[in-house]
């Protein structure tokens, strides 16, 4: 079975700064990244699931699923677009070749140091969480519209209901 994913590689190059060339083949792994790991982590795996088999069933778009349809199309695309993007910028420039590893120079632009992708990266970030709260007020909202929220046992991934990423928080003790 192929693999679902809950975006087109279109829809991310229509919703950011990506060019319309980009190979299709460098987006899809960091799209499949971004939805498995914090599109996952905010929804749970029983909603995520879900949400797989009405898509892999063709029924998401149906009038049978309008609740699961508003919450794909308003809020778990648009937070997936920001954390792909998040995901890709810091490798872009890079391909792994039998030669190696080569970073890609362009004759006719300048190579963007690593504070300015850190920044680009922190942007998308900021962007993929703005969506991530709101998707996260949406079904803490309507739960009752989503059994699978709550729904979650053993080894599933139980449903993240902070999206902040603050950073590391380092601290020292004295411990003797």
């Known amino acids: ?68 349809k508003t919450l794909v199309n308003n809020y778990v695309q648009p937070a997936l677009i920001h954390f792909a993007m998040m995901d890709y910028l810091p490798f872009a420039a890079y391909q792994v070749k039998n030669a190696g590893v080569f970073k890609h120079i362009s004759e006719n632009a300048e190579s963007v140091t690593k504070n300015e992708v850190d920044y680009l990266v922190n942007k998308e970030r900021e962007f993929a969480e703005y969506y991530i709260r709101r998707m996260i007020d949406y079904l803490s909202f309507n739960n009752n519209l989503f059994p699978e929220y709550n729904q979650n046992s053993n080894e599933d991934v139980y449903p993240d209901k902070d999206n902040l990423f603050n950073g590391w928080v380092l601290w020292k003790t004295d411990i003797k």
Not at 3 to 31: A, C, E, R
Request: charged letters at 20%.
């Open 1 to 68: 079975m192929a693999q679902v994913l809950f975006i087109k590689v279109s829809t991310l190059k229509k919703n950011t700064i990506l060019d319309g060339n980009v190979d299709v083949d460098k987006l899809l792994p960091y799209i499949k990244i971004a939805q498995e790991i914090h599109i996952q982590n905010f929804l749970g795996t029983k909603l995520y699931n879900k949400i797989i088999a009405l898509i892999n069933a063709g029924t998401l778009t149906t009038q049978d699923n309008p609740n699961y």
